[in-house]
């Protein structure tokens, strides 16, 4: 039972071009949301998070959008660089319950120079 | 701070052969998890602690792993008979209550 879903792969953008990575939900415990990045040999890396009372977070370049409703965040990055081609992950947790995180399976991002 | 401090980084061995992994968690972090990455599964959480203690252990495959946090700066993670299927990365990650987590930078686990 995947709870958390990253229905694409891999994605492909040209440098300066915005990239957007999608991520679906089904647990309505859910109300803390992260996203990693991950390069090869190494750990995932934070990136940025956003809790379930708001619907936008921003830092820099990277913007999470969190539709409650359609359970459905996305993470945009402008302009794209081909330093940030790596996987990325969504993560999930329960603050009042299950404090771990739930991941999806990733997301590869290739920005072409 | 150094941040996850995870040993090995690199682990070959036989199989039915005793496998433990170590962890050094942030100082200050009260939450300790361990993941496995492999292909088919993805990132899973196999435990985690708080304040040493284990909360969940519903991720532990089977009885051959075990986990153990004796103090709040040491964690490991053993396997005993390992077998090839248990080849993966594993991470530690740490947290404090309502904070991100911050990831090891794993130990990839080869069993032959």
């Known amino acids: 039972d995947q709870q958390v879903k990253q229905n694409s792969p891999s994605l492909s953008v040209q440098e300066g071009r915005i990239s957007i990575l999608n991520c679906d939900y089904t647990?309505?415990?859910?109300?803390?949301f992260l996203w990693y990045k991950k390069y090869p040999a190494e750990g995932p890396t934070f990136l940025i998070s956003?809790?379930?009372?708001?619907d936008k977070n921003e830092d820099g370049r990277f913007t999470v959008f969190l539709n409650k409703s359609a359970k459905h965040l996305s993470l945009h990055i402008v302009p794209s660089q081909p330093g940030d081609s790596a996987v990325y992950f969504c993560?999930?947790?329960?603050?009042?319950?299950?404090?771990?995180?739930?991941f999806g399976s990733g997301t590869r991002l290739q920005v072409q120079p | 701070d150094a941040g996850v401090i995870q040993s090995p980084r690199h682990e070959v061995t036989e199989m039915g052969q005793e496998v433990t992994l170590r962890c050094k968690p942030i100082?200050?972090?009260?939450?300790l998890f361990w993941y496995r990455q492999t292909m088919m599964r993805g990132l899973e959480l196999l435990i985690y602690?708080?304040?040493?203690?284990?909360?969940?252990d519903s991720g532990m495959p089977e009885d051959r792993f075990s986990a153990k946090m004796p103090n709040a700066s040491f964690s490991t993670l053993k396997i005993q008979p390992s077998e090839p299927r248990d080849s993966a990365v594993y991470f530690c990650?740490?947290?404090?209550?309502?904070?991100?987590?911050?990831f090891g930078q794993g130990t990839r686990l080869t069993v032959v």
């Open positions: 602690f708080n304040n040493n203690v284990p909360i969940d």
């Open positions: 993560a999930a947790s329960a603050q009042s319950g299950r404090r771990a995180l739930t």
């Open positions: 100082s200050g972090h009260d939450y």
């Open positions: 990650a740490s947290s404090q209550q309502y904070t991100e987590a911050f």
């Open positions: 956003i809790s379930s009372i708001k």
């Open positions: 647990n309505s415990m859910f109300d803390y």
